[in-house]
T-cell receptor
């Protein structure tokens, strides 16, 4: 079945550590996105990539980094520079010209 | 600036009641797209519907219906004969055709609780 997978489902990080969240899709979509969700709020865009080997900052990119070496994969690294990383992270890919985005199951990151 | 407002933070209804979730948006673009997503307790966002700005036809899908009105910048979502499985957080979102990122701008969500 086609879809988006994210791993791990839960992640615990100590202060000062970098962690990498995985996102893989087999939908053959060119564009992929990372969003952050805080409790009681909507999603905010961290980074996006519209094609392999290219990516752009979103609205809240500080403290995050990404890579896009393969069409199927768009990993997100939460660096120690991110001041408040505890959140729910959702990866999405975009279908077609009407901007429909489909989401993975998410990774819940907690800083200890 | 673009913005999506979901004024209802939480709604509680009894099973079989009808419920309407409100969504008001702001945009300067003439071409844009509106969406509704459902987020069950598992956390994954489930795509429900897309509506283009140039298509004001209302849509019905089973117990779900959507009312798009450009004159009031609203895109409301009605669930008829609600069921316990409808309990979730529902997000309205906007995407502008002239935004090269094609990002989704989300409202803060409405938590719907359907009680048996």
């Amino acid at each position: 079945d086609g879809g988006i997978t994210q791993s791990p489902k839960y992640l615990f990080r100590k202060e000062g550590q970098n962690v990498t969240l995985s996102c893989e899709q087999n939908l053959n979509h060119d564009a992929m996105y990372w969003y952050r969700q805080d409790p009681g709020q909507g999603l905010r865009l961290i980074y996006y990539s519209q094609i392999v080997n290219d990516f752009q900052k979103g609205d809240i990119a500080e403290g995050y980094s990404v890579s896009r070496e393969k069409k199927e994969s768009f990993p997100l690294t939460v660096t120690s520079a991110q001041k408040n990383p505890t959140a729910f992270y959702l990866c999405a890919s975009k279908r077609g010209i009407y901007n429909e985005q489909f989401f993975g199951p998410g990774t819940r990151l907690t800083v200890l | 600036a673009q913005k999506v407002t979901q004024a209802q933070t939480e709604i509680s209804v009894v099973e079989k009641e009808d419920v309407t979730l409100d969504c008001v948006y702001e945009t300067r673009d003439t071409t844009y797209y509106l969406f509704w997503y459902k987020q069950p307790p598992s956390g994954e966002l489930v795509f429900l519907i897309r509506r283009n700005s140039f298509d004001e036809q209302n849509e019905i899908s089973g117990r779900y219906s959507w009312n798009f009105q450009k004159s009031t910048s609203s895109f409301n979502f009605t669930i008829t004969a609600s069921q316990v499985v409808d309990s979730a957080v529902y997000f309205c979102a906007l995407s502008e055709a002239e935004d090269s990122s094609y990002k989704l701008i989300f409202g803060s969500g409405t938590r719907l609780l359907v009680r048996p």
